[in-house]
């Protein structure tokens, strides 16, 4: 597999274009491509399987489109876009509004992959996304359509996890709806976000399961029971498979935050990038970090060498945040277009542009093109 | 002397915004209809690459979508009832609230 490791690629989804980075062994990172310009991309997804890009766009006044490609970004072909079924019970019936996760569904079948989506439908395809189903158990769920929208008028699905040991086994992060979880690849759903709590809900309705906002989870590759929430109201973890959550109360300058990434081979490490609190969302007194647990949320390194530290106003979205399987590359990226990478696990950080778009989504990636 | 009659049979045609074209080929489509729905269906039917582009997932004019019939403004975008005649141009544009 090593020839796949290098050169290593990285995948900027932005208001935009998407963006390909890589870099040879122990080179420098550059921009090798620039596809879409000019339109916003939502989500990359290199996969890792057979090769292939997926690239979600957003376009203002033409609807929501998926593209792919085989041979590293050079030629895309339309796919389909996810589509609800035309309402036949006299409602208005429901619409792609946004792509806001697309990941593989089993390692074992490339082109089995999961789609989330704006308004809060998830998507299933077999094809490498020729054709999409649209899960309606967890659609035609009552407790589905309690889902209210986070920062969008509409509620939506924008974390994925797919359990290693089982890929029947999938959570779901949803802004608002909580977590969710399926034990048989989809037929019957549980909501699973027992312990956290929505402060931004009467008292009665915080500990209400289905009406909390995990900005984005992430499972730990290297103990999948073991769940990070960067949640609107701070911090969870779990580490019983999402049976219940606890908060972690302090975590550097602020547990407010969009991003978190968990380390590939280490359980206890996990990296977060705070911001204030709520619809604040600067960095706390203008100085940009990043905040590393390594001992399972017990306690929190702060991190700032290399990050702007004078009047620095980013943030970063729930999917700009993300980590090599080696561990210590790291790379986040901001609404005000900078990109940073560290080499190190966080300890020192590079400047690689300042002058992007506003960044949506970043991936690592290896291609075998 | 031999005269030779010709008859042209006139359609409405329906006319795609450059900027869609920068996304997905739609030449003017020039098809049969007595609406603008019609002419629409019709366009796509031809062109099924093109109609998500303008129409969501039901089948209704995207929001940011405005389409002209001979220079007027669709007055029914939820249906889009509005008629056309035979020698109709039908515009199918960005609505500058999507920015």
Known sequence: MAEKLYPEKLYLGTRKGLFILSRPRGGKWKIDRVSFLGDPVTIVYPDPRDGAIYAALSL????????????????????????YPTATDGTAGASTEYIWAIEAADPKSPGSLWCGTIPGGLFHSIDGGANWRLIESLWNDPKRKEWVGGGMDKPGIHSICVDPRDSAHVRLGISCGGVWETRDSGETWKCRAEGMIARYMPPDRQADPNIQDPHRLVQSPADPRVLWAQHHNGIFHSTDGSASWKEIESAG????????AAHPTDAKTAWFVPAVKDETRVPVDGKVCVTRTRDGGKSFDVLRKGLPQEHAYHIVFRHALDVREDGNTLAFASTTGSLWTTEDGGDEWRTFSTDLPPVYCVRFGESSV | M????????????????????????????????????????AAFAANPAARGYVLDDQGNLRKHIAVFVDGKMVADREGLSDPVNQDSEIYIMQALSGG
């Not at chain 1, 006044?61 to 796919?79: A, E, I, M, Q, Y």
């Not at chain 2, 795609?16 to 603008?36: I, K, Q």
């Open chain 2, 2 to 41: 031999w005269s030779v009659s010709i008859t042209v049979k006139v359609m409405p045609t329906a006319h795609f915004t450059a900027n869609l074209r920068r996304h997905v080929d739609c030449p003017p489509a020039s098809v049969a209809g007595d609406t603008v729905r019609q002419v629409l269906d």
């Open chain 1, 60 to 83: 203002g006044h033409f609807g929501v489109k998926l593209h792919r490609s085989d041979d590293g970004g050079k030629n895309w072909t339309p796919c389909a876009a996810p589509a």
């Open chain 1, 253 to 260: 300058p602020s547990t407010f935050g969009f991003a978190v």
